[in-house]
């Protein structure tokens, strides 16, 4: 497997990034991608009982369909909490680009991000979007990536090349955070690309394994998001065997669980004023999920991560961490090690000495600057 | 009622507060509470895992016996994961005021506060026991409430005179907070007094539904802490008829709530660095225990927080944590009322029109100034 960090669009993608005016910064804000054949397609939503108009409206279309077209992404305003305008307004973003393609609207996926409960100024979207197609091209992932970005610093971006059914494959993904990430699931975009032929049930298979050993993984602030989408189009044009299940499946879901991971590092890299990166390892846990939970606990704990800002070997809020997670533990039976905190990573580990399993989070420092920027936002 | 916002102990109590070395400060660290004749006493403890080393001898105590004379309160050192080491320190301060007094040390509760991990230093302590005992007095009480905080900037303090079973009976309380706050327990040290005679088991009842009202809907910052410990000691002196039931105990047990409630308020007012207090009140929901769920998910958001202390009304922090709760409700059926936010107290209602249940919590805003706190705490 080749690793690229860079987004390079499959055989068949094409992409654009533009500004429509939603951005009062002016800044690029309207995304495009689109595969000129049907693509398989798999979804993940946000588990938030609040979901914003296009998580709603894309659930519609994903019930009745799993082949799409095009993925029409915003940001500057995330349509949500706007009522029924609000779901006219993500059905519009999606007729407006079958409209331009001479597709069906249930063809096109729509996701928003910004601001909470104003509404969309819609026009500026259908405005732009004729313009929008017509420069569509493969390099346009470039712009496509840093038009779905918010307080985001840089562009979280990834292609993987390797060799699956006698051909060469690429899977490439480009992702936005910054805040509002916490499982589950992590608060945030993830548009996937691939040229594989792969059937859809192991494609859905696939994308849950890879979300919850990536996206699933990381917090920020503990903060769910409305708007949270993760879309992997499969528009099977690199010409391999199909990709049902066995060796090929699992090589397949390898690259994308790494593919993943690296892009959910990177929204904690990047998290909202973080200054460290964190791994939290808890290790010889009964099961996997207990040492989520309890790396999760940590990771979410305001007063460890501000010590980790502070560079203060305070072990003692990783203490009561563990024993606010719940579980029965013995203090004899917990050790704890703290990696240098004079670095930009700083290593977590915790053992629990009661069992196998293990599992690794990722969350940065809490500091004074995710207060300015939370404390501003609007 | 009379309600005084200062701590007088009811007849029987005495208290003092030292300073014995172990607040580098040189700031008073150490308190005595005693009741001149057993009182009949009602705990409540961490649910942390790992709790700290007087929080377990307590309970071993509390589990053997419902009588006590003294309470030993220490800042400066939570006596936390300090294994074997610790739990004979927290004995040899039981033991130390028993011996004082000539009392056995199972009728004297331990309560410490501080850095976690670290080995306390108990010579310090023991030392200075006798001195403490010395100058016990009545309004000893003014020392005592001192020496039990930390980050505290004001100590919390209140009493109530009221009229049952024919005589006038005092409830009185202390608290310390001020970081670490959040249900269950509260993140604190609740020590209450009264001189007023009760069943035991009227006592424990009182004092569960006071805690549940009070301290357990209150968050600064989400984290449960290894030490909270709510101890009410009663001591029968006022020489009333015994409160077993009815509506005399429902009299002692309004007084309780008002002020735990009260000195609930005053955690949160003093919350790490907290610029504002927020009360948050959830209406209209099916259960209490769902309004409490919705208000605390909003109260513990970190970009809520963050937007109160920009004084920046981005409800949509609001509708993201109402959906991040995980109740099933319709986006119209939400509805936010946010009050002025220039003002030091801001209000927060939220309807969800299912039911006519409600619940109301407290909590501050996070600010840099928490953070600043934090990073240097050890």
Do not use: H, W
């Not at 993940?44 to 082949?67: C, H, Q, R, S, W």
């Not at 989408?229 to 499969?234: E, R, Y």
């Not at 460890?304 to 990783?318: L, T």
Request: hydrophobic fraction near 45%; include cysteine.
């Amino acid at each position: 497997m080749k690793i690229i960090k860079k987004a390079i669009l499959p055989k068949g993608f094409q992409a654009n990034g533009i500004s429509c005016g939603l951005k009062r910064s002016g800044g690029l804000d309207l995304s495009l991608m689109v595969s000129s054949v049907p693509a398989k397609t798999a979804c993940m939503f946000t588990v938030n009982t609040i979901p914003a108009a296009p998580v709603i409206l894309d659930k519609e279309y994903y019930a009745g369909n799993k082949l799409f077209r095009a993925i029409i992404a915003n940001s500057g305003n995330a349509n949500c909490f706007t009522g029924k305008k609000g779901l006219k307004d993500a059905q519009l973003m999606s007729e407006s680009v079958a409209a331009g393609l001479g597709i069906k609207k249930e063809e096109v996926l729509v996701a928003s991000t910004g601001i909470i409960g104003k509404p969309l100024d819609i026009e500026k979207i259908t405005r732009a979007v004729p313009g929008l197609i017509t420069s569509l091209s493969a390099r346009g992932i470039d712009t496509a990536k840093k038009a779905i970005m918010t307080t985001d610093t840089f562009s979280k971006e990834i292609t993987a090349r390797l060799q699956i059914g006698g051909q060469t494959v690429t899977v490439s993904g480009i992702a936005k955070g910054a805040g509002m990430i916490a499982p589950d699931m992590a608060t945030m975009f993830v548009f996937l690309f691939t040229d594989a032929l792969v059937s859809q049930s192991a494609l859905e298979k696939a994308l849950r394994e890879s979300v919850d050993g990536s996206f699933n993984r990381v917090t920020v602030d503990g903060c769910m998001s409305t708007n949270d989408t993760v879309i992997l189009m499969a528009n099977g044009l690199s010409g391999n065997a199909a990709i049902t299940g066995g060796k090929d499946l699992r090589v397949f879901t390898d690259a994308l669980n790494f593919i993943n991971l690296e892009l959910a590092k990177m929204l904690v890299l990047d998290g909202e004023g973080a200054s460290k990166f964190i791994e939290i390892k808890v290790k010889n846990a009964r099961t996997v999920i207990e040492a989520k939970k309890v790396a999760l606990q940590i990771a979410n704990s305001n007063l460890f991560k501000c010590a980790m800002y502070g560079e203060n070997p305070n072990f003692g809020r990783i203490v009561a961490s563990v024993g606010a997670s719940g579980i029965d533990i013995r203090e004899q039976d917990l050790k704890i090690k703290l990696g240098s905190l004079k670095k930009k990573k700083i290593d977590v580990e915790v053992r629990l000495s009661r069992g196998d399993a293990e599992c690794v989070v990722y969350t940065s420092d809490l500091t004074p600057r995710y207060i300015k920027i939370n404390a501003e936002y609007s």
